[in-house]
Structure formats: structure tokens, C-alpha cells
């Protein structure tokens, strides 16, 4: 139990950093959503904060339940292929309007939509992380132009910061082109039921660190106005509820 002395702590660093000491208490008495209530981090879209449902090991596909921010078992996984590198969610981030927009300017079509999850992203690291609900500091180099049934869904590759092997690479054109097509194999079979001969998902480009940037900042603008500033809107409600 937190005594008062650590609260005056907690509340002192919160105002020398321009953080509202409720929401800085709060911190320390509940765990954070996963999606809503963990920054996205002060460097992005360079660096940013990932939140891992899956690693290589899992048979089944795990997926943050959006009401709750458990994880939950998604569904389990329908042939013998893993998901390559760890995946998962970039916080505070929305997959709309301006995400699909810029979908629509790259591959030439209309009517794309976003598919109203936070992005995805996937962190290329050495180290062997034996489960999810586990976060961590991701540099993104680039991504895969996905869509699924005309939505947008990006993901975005990344290497772990500090990475002995990957953590030095700025670009996906420095990964190997086998990393590169045991991602695409993933996701483009990943929904696929057996029996059937056509995947509803298709990639239709690689692209760059710097279009990685763009998807970020621009799923950054979607969720603002998804969501607004959360961390403003149950303040207040927290001081008036007081």
C-alpha cells in the first residue's frame, strides 16, 4: 500500500513534468489499458511504444479485448504457420479516415476505409520473449500496405530499440528479403480457413521507414479525433466526481 509520503513523491514529479498528479495516482492503483492509458511515447513516430499480444511460439492468436484491455484468445491459429516476430499494437493510435486516405493515394482505388483498430506493428528482435502483455520500445523502419476487404491495415515493421542483431537497422530495406516474405506469407494465409483457395487479404506494397512515420502520425490524428484527449476527459470527471 502506497503511504502518503510516496503520494507527495508521485505528485511532486508529476508537476515538474507538466503531468497531472490525478492521473500520475491513478497510475499507481490500476493498471493502464493497453490501448487507451499507455503513452505512445514522447519520440514518435521514431520511437514509439508497442504493446505485444503474440510471440513466434503461440498456436492460437491472441487479440486485446477492446472493452477491458485483457487479452484474450482471438481464435486459434488455422494452419501450422506462426506469426515470425513479435506482434502486437502501437498505443493511442487509430486505423480511419486519414490512415485509409493515404491508402487510397498510394495504391490508386477508392473507397477504402480504415479498419477501426489501433495499428499493428512487428518487432524484429534477437531475444527469445516467451509470452505477450508485455510492452516495449520499438523503432519502425517500415510496413506492409494491407487491406482486407477494402480496410486499411497496416503493419508496421519495427526492430526492438537496443536490439544486439536488428537494433542498429533504420530501413527495411536492410532486412533480408526471406524476413520480408515469411511476413507476407503470415498475414496473407493468417485468416485463411482451410479449404479455401483465395485469402481476403492482400499486400500490395512494401514500404519505407519514413511512409512507416507517416501511418503513425496520421493514425495518431485518427484516434485524437476518435477519442479526443482521454487523459483530459477523466481528470476532469475525476475532480468533479471529488
Not at 499507455?38 to 492468436?61: L, S
Not at 480504415?114 to 534477437?126: A, F, K, Q, S, Y
Not at 500490395?204 to 483530459?232: F, H, M, P, V, W
Given at each position: 500500500?502506497?503511504?502518503v509520503?510516496?503520494?507527495?513523491?508521485i505528485?511532486?514529479?508529476?508537476?515538474a513534468?507538466?503531468?497531472?498528479?490525478?492521473w500520475q495516482?491513478m497510475?499507481?492503483?490500476?493498471?493502464?489499458?493497453?490501448?487507451?492509458?499507455?503513452h505512445?511515447g514522447?519520440?514518435a513516430?521514431?520511437?514509439?511504444?508497442?504493446?505485444?499480444?503474440?510471440?513466434?511460439?503461440?498456436?492460437?492468436?491472441?487479440?486485446?479485448?477492446?472493452?477491458?484491455?485483457?487479452?484474450?484468445?482471438?481464435?486459434?491459429q488455422?494452419?501450422?504457420n506462426?506469426?515470425?516476430?513479435l506482434?502486437?499494437?502501437?498505443?493511442?493510435?487509430?486505423?480511419?479516415?486519414?490512415?485509409?486516405e493515404?491508402?487510397?493515394e498510394?495504391?490508386?482505388?477508392t473507397?477504402?476505409?480504415?479498419?477501426?483498430?489501433?495499428?499493428?506493428?512487428?518487432?524484429?528482435?534477437?531475444?527469445?520473449?516467451?509470452?505477450?502483455d508485455?510492452?516495449?520500445?520499438?523503432?519502425?523502419?517500415?510496413?506492409l500496405?494491407?487491406?482486407?476487404?477494402?480496410?486499411?491495415?497496416?503493419?508496421i515493421?519495427?526492430?526492438?530499440?537496443g536490439d544486439?542483431?536488428?537494433?542498429?537497422?533504420?530501413?527495411?530495406?536492410?532486412?533480408?528479403?526471406?524476413?520480408?516474405?515469411?511476413?507476407?506469407?503470415?498475414?496473407l494465409?493468417?485468416?485463411?480457413?482451410?479449404?479455401?483457395?483465395?485469402?481476403?487479404?492482400?499486400?500490395?506494397?512494401?514500404?519505407?521507414?519514413?511512409?512507416?512515420?507517416?501511418?503513425i502520425?496520421?493514425?495518431q490524428?485518427?484516434y485524437?479525433?476518435?477519442?479526443?484527449?482521454?487523459?483530459?476527459?477523466l481528470?476532469?470527471?475525476l475532480?468533479?466526481?471529488?
Amino acid at each position: 500500500m502506497m503511504n502518503v509520503q510516496e503520494a507527495r513523491t508521485i505528485m511532486k514529479k508529476a508537476r515538474a513534468t507538466n503531468a497531472d498528479p490525478i492521473w500520475q495516482l491513478m497510475g499507481v492503483l490500476y493498471k493502464s489499458h493497453p490501448w487507451h492509458g499507455i503513452h505512445i511515447g514522447p519520440e514518435a513516430p521514431r520511437v514509439v511504444m508497442a504493446y505485444i499480444e503474440m510471440v513466434p511460439t503461440d498456436t492460437v492468436k491472441y487479440e486485446i479485448d477492446k472493452a477491458t484491455g485483457h487479452l484474450r484468445v482471438d481464435r486459434p491459429q488455422k494452419f501450422s504457420n506462426h506469426c515470425p516476430t513479435l506482434y502486437g499494437l502501437i498505443p493511442q493510435t487509430y486505423c480511419a479516415e486519414r490512415v485509409a486516405e493515404l491508402c487510397m493515394e498510394r495504391t490508386g482505388r477508392t473507397g477504402i476505409v480504415g479498419d477501426g483498430d489501433p495499428i499493428d506493428i512487428c518487432v524484429l528482435t534477437e531475444k527469445q520473449i516467451s509470452h505477450g502483455d508485455i510492452l516495449l520500445h520499438a523503432i519502425p523502419i517500415g510496413g506492409l500496405r494491407m487491406i482486407d476487404k477494402n480496410e486499411a491495415d497496416d503493419k508496421i515493421i519495427a526492430v526492438m530499440q537496443g536490439d544486439a542483431v536488428y537494433g542498429q537497422w533504420r530501413d527495411v530495406s536492410e532486412c533480408p528479403p526471406d524476413v520480408i516474405d515469411r511476413l507476407r506469407h503470415y498475414f496473407l494465409t493468417y485468416k485463411q480457413a482451410p479449404g479455401e483457395k483465395q485469402s481476403t487479404c492482400e499486400i500490395t506494397d512494401i514500404y519505407n521507414r519514413a511512409e512507416a512515420e507517416e501511418i503513425i502520425r496520421r493514425s495518431q490524428e485518427d484516434y485524437k479525433a476518435r477519442y479526443g484527449d482521454l487523459e483530459t476527459i477523466l481528470t476532469s470527471a475525476l475532480r468533479l466526481w471529488g
